[in-house]
T-cell receptor, first 113, second 117 residues
Framework: GENVEQHPSTLSVQEGDSAVIKCTYS??????FPWYKQELGKGPQLIID?????GEKKDQRIAVTLNKTAKHFSLHITETQPEDSAVYFC????????????FGTGTRLTIIP | DAGVIQSPRHEVTEMGQEVTLRCKPI?????LFWYRQTMMRGLELLIY????????DSGMPEDRFSAKMPNASFSTLKIQPSEPRDSAVYFC???????????????FGPGTRLTVT
């Protein structure tokens, strides 16, 4: 099955600056890469995802990039705001064609006012 | 849409007691997932169903855990007997799902925080 590694485990950035979280995966056949945001006391919320037929996807201040050759994908948050403080998880399919997802270990992002 | 609904939100029970967690998926979604989240092990998939049929239960820790999905709008996760090490947050998620297996967006419920004393 897929192995997903996520870095860093914690990240603190000044409000207004950018934050980048990176994940690597092992299965070159993987074709779907979602990112989840989990606020304290809540369930993970899907914030953006990318499929392997594109290299980048944007949604307002959030973007995800995918490098299939290097087998890594990254979450970019620009103009960070206090409400961006949360734990972020990346994920990839357990194996090709499978609905199961393998999740990264999470990144705790803190935005410093 | 109300999203995925889970109950109860909090459960405190004594070791040895039976615990039943409940989940209502998003209407029209064909796949349902049960996860467990702990600090030590992160987010683990316990079992998932497609069209009410269990597809993969390889994550179920042991025979004390069982899950059912009697219809498209309801699922339960039961622990009997419960142990302190079962203390965790249990999430239910649902997705559109396809029979052949393909990754679709999963939407999580708010979770049930279980404490076994």
């Amino acid at each position: 099955g897929e192995n997903v590694e996520q870095h860093p485990s914690t990240l603190s950035v000044q409000e207004g600056d950018s934050a980048v979280i990176k994940c690597t995966y092992s299965d070159s056949a993987s074709n779907y890469f979602p990112w989840y945001k989990q606020e304290l006391g809540k369930g993970p919320q899907l914030i953006i995802d990318i499929r392997s037929n594109v290299g980048e996807k944007k949604d307002q201040r959030i973007a995800v990039t995918l490098n299939k050759t290097a087998k890594h994908f990254s979450l970019h948050i620009t103009e960070t705001q206090p409400e961006d403080s949360a734990v972020y998880f990346c994920a990839a399919p357990f194996n090709f064609g499978n609905e199961k997802l393998t999740f990264g270990t999470g990144t705790r992002l803190t935005i410093i006012p | 849409d109300a999203g995925v609904i889970q109950s109860p939100r909090h459960e405190v029970t004594e070791m040895g007691q039976e615990v039943t967690l409940r989940c209502k998926p998003i209407s029209g979604h064909n796949s349902l997932f049960w996860y467990r989240q702990t600090m030590m092990r992160g987010l683990e998939l316990l079992i998932y169903f497609n069209n009410n049929v269990p597809i993969d239960d390889s994550g179920m820790p042991e025979d004390r855990f069982s899950a059912k999905m009697p219809n498209a709008s309801f699922s339960t996760l039961k622990i009997q007997p419960s142990e302190p090490r079962d203390s965790a947050v249990y999430f239910c998620a649902s997705s559109l799902g396809v029979p052949s297996g393909s990754s679709y967006e999963q939407y999580f419920g708010p979770g049930t925080r279980l404490t076994v004393t």
